[in-house]
Every structure is written in structure tokens, then in C-alpha cells.
């Protein structure tokens, strides 16, 4: 496995802060990034990859230190997240395409976030860091392109709530991409997930020791973290799944408190999945995109008056767009609706649904189900 290595891009100044969409500014923004092959001389062959809710700038290669991201970096961090996709001759080949992927604003793995120091202060921003909306998040991605030199990217692909923004992208700066490839995403965020995100968000908030998030010499909401992954767990993985990765032996919790005995294997899966989510990640960063995701509304992000004029901005795109028939997170007609409203617009689309009984999650464990499909849409062959 090839090792790669996180790099660095910082812009903004006292003097001229980063203003973001709700009117807050940022002195300075450092933004945490990877890229894999090589650019071309005509440097128009570059595809950005935007993360899952949970996922970092490390999607391909191997990886095992990132000291900006501190002790958040465990060892299942190490292989990127998109490795089974990203590579010479896999599903985007590096052999013919420039692969850049980048954390997010807000993030925890070496982007400037709520963990962050303060250059006022020394201090972590902690509750002081400013909201982030997605299109923040791709404002700051956009910056990444321009010191890189890239005008137009080839495509830009993203599952989950990385498609939302790859969505944002899309008609907020059409002139800047050529291919969209949405995987189990919307253009909308609907009442389930509004709901779900809500119960996570009250879980962390409600954890005595969140502080109001000023948390980073203590101990943190260990419990409200890991509470909000399980809410969250059950709808990235099919039940059947669920089932087949807990092993049939009976782990009972070790907090004191728990008065609760498990009765089933799947119980003990779920808490431990829970708890190993707090060792790598931060409940600030993550309570960002929870929030960002409860706001998203591509519509206003666009400026647009309606849905039609929104997408009919993508006229001079393609558009690839995945459906997992049984994903519970992003429903397959999620996916129809996206496709039948960019046609509306008279743009080009094609939807494919991909059969998998992995759920949401299809989407990281299973590349061949996607292979043929977006090689094809991507070409360069």
C-alpha cells in the first residue's frame, strides 16, 4: 500500500479574515489535505472527493501519522477510507486522474475546528468557533483549487453528506466542474433525518460533561458521543448486517451505572461501535455538521428562485448518481427525485441502483457493485 502524507493550506489574515456565510469571520483558516496521481500538464484532470459525516482528508493509501490531528488519529485511521475506490487501475484510477480529498471546515483532523487554538486566545476555540454551513465548506475547498492552480475539475464525487456538498458545488460554481457523481445523497435534507440529527445533537448537548463545549481539559461528552453514533449507526448499515458483524458473545457494559443487562450480541455491537467512535473523533466537529446538515437547503444556497433554474445552472454537466435500494439513511427516492428534477432542467443524468443488502455503507465496502459505472463516466481509459 502506497504511503501518502497529509499536506497543509492556510489563507486569510487579521487584516482580511475569512468571512463565512452567517456573517462570523475567521483570522485564519488552515485547511487539511491529500492528493493522489498526478496532475497533467493541461492540470484538468483533478477529481475532488468530498468525506462522509465521519470521514478526514485521508482517503486513499496508508497513512499512520497526522500529529495535527492528536491523539483522534487511531490505527483504523491509518488505511484511507476510500482505498478500496482510489488507486492505480481501481474504480478512479490515479493512473489517469489527480485525486484531491480535503477535511472539512470545522473538522478535527488537522483542519482548523473547534479544537483548534484560537490565535487570540492560545486557547481551543471550543464554543467560540463560529457556525459552518456546507457552503462554507466548500467556499474554503474552492480557495484549495485556486492555490493549486485548477480552474475546472474533471469530476466531483461524494457519498452521503460528502454528495451534498459535491451537490453545492454543483450549482453554486457550475463553471468549475465537469462530471458530478452523487452516491447515496440528496439535494434536501427530509423530516426522518432532521429527526435524527435533532436526537444526536440533544445527546451530546445533554452530556453534563459537554462544558457548552468548552470541554478540552476535561474529559468531554464521552457518553453523549457516543450515544449520537448509535442513533446514527442504525441507519448506515442494514439490520441484517448489523446482526452478521456482532459476534455471538454477550460483552456487558463496564460503567457502574448500568443497571442494564444485554440480551443480545447486536446490543453489545452497538455500544461498543459507540464508545470506539469517541477515541477518534471530536463531539464539537461533530455537532458542526450535524447542525450544517439540519440547515442544508440547496435551494437558498443557490440563490435560485426555484428548483428548475437551480439545476438548469449544471446545463453543461453530467451527472452519474448512485441509489443503494437498501439504504435507510438516504432513501432510494431520494436519489429518483434528484435525477427527475436535473432532467426537468434538461440536464444530463443517469441513475443507477445499486442492489446490496450493506445498506448505506454499500457505498465503502463494496467497490465492484460501482466499478463499471463510474469508470465509464469518468473515462480517461
Not at 478512479?92 to 470545522?106: A, E, P
Request: proline share 4%; with cysteine; glycine share 8%.
Amino acid at each position: 500500500m502506497e504511503s501518502v502524507r497529509t499536506k497543509f493550506f492556510s489563507y486569510g489574515s487579521r487584516s482580511n479574515p475569512v468571512r463565512l456565510e452567517s456573517g462570523e469571520t475567521l483570522s485564519e483558516v488552515t485547511l487539511a489535505y491529500e492528493t493522489y496521481g498526478e496532475l497533467n500538464t493541461a492540470r484538468d484532470n483533478s477529481i475532488l472527493v468530498f468525506h462522509a459525516l465521519s470521514g478526514s482528508q485521508h482517503a486513499a493509501g496508508s497513512n499512520p501519522s497526522l500529529p495535527e490531528a492528536g491523539d483522534l488519529w487511531q490505527s483504523e485511521c491509518y488505511t484511507g477510507w476510500w482505498d478500496d475506490f482510489i488507486g492505480p487501475g481501481k474504480v478512479i484510477d490515479t493512473n489517469h486522474f489527480h485525486v484531491i480529498c480535503c477535511n472539512y471546515l470545522g473538522g478535527c483532523y488537522g483542519t482548523t475546528g473547534p479544537s483548534s487554538l484560537d490565535p487570540a486566545t492560545s486557547e481551543p476555540y471550543g464554543s467560540s468557533f463560529p457556525a459552518v454551513s456546507f457552503s462554507d465548506v466548500v467556499d474554503t475547498q474552492v480557495e484549495l483549487l485556486t492555490h493549486l492552480g485548477i480552474s475546472k475539475l474533471h469530476a466531483v464525487v461524494g457519498a452521503s453528506l460528502g454528495g451534498m456538498m459535491a451537490l453545492n458545488l454543483s450549482v453554486r460554481y457550475p463553471d468549475k466542474v465537469r462530471l458530478v457523481c452523487p452516491i447515496a445523497t440528496s439535494f434536501y435534507s427530509t423530516v426522518l433525518q432532521r429527526v435524527l440529527n435533532l436526537e444526536q445533537v440533544q445527546a451530546i448537548e445533554r452530556d453534563p460533561q459537554f462544558l457548552n463545549g468548552d470541554y478540552y481539559h476535561d474529559s468531554g461528552p464521552i457518553n453523549g458521543l457516543s450515544l449520537a453514533r448509535m442513533i446514527a449507526h442504525k441507519t448506515y448499515v442494514s439490520l441484517e448486517a448489523m446482526k452478521s458483524r456482532a459476534s455471538g458473545e454477550l460483552n456487558q457494559p463496564s460503567r457502574d451505572s448500568s443497571r442494564y443487562k444485554f440480551q443480545h450480541a447486536v446490543e453489545s455491537y452497538m455500544l461498543h461501535h459507540g464508545d470506539k467512535f469517541t477515541l477518534r473523533f471530536d463531539a464539537n466537529t461533530y455537532l458542526i455538521l450535524l447542525v450544517g446538515w439540519l440547515n442544508y437547503d440547496l435551494l437558498k444556497d443557490s440563490c435560485a428562485d426555484s428548483i428548475s433554474e437551480m439545476f438548469g445552472r449544471c446545463s453543461n454537466q453530467r451527472f452519474l448518481i448512485f441509489s443503494i435500494d437498501s439504504d435507510v439513511c438516504f432513501y432510494p427516492e431520494e436519489q429518483k427525485n434528484l435525477s427527475e428534477e436535473l432532467k426537468l432542467a434538461g440536464v444530463e443524468s443517469r441513475l443507477v441502483e445499486v442492489k446490496s443488502e450493506k445498506g448505506h455503507d454499500a457505498f465503502l465496502l463494496e467497490p465492484e457493485l460501482f466499478r463499471e459505472s463510474i469508470k465509464s463516466f469518468l473515462g480517461g481509459e
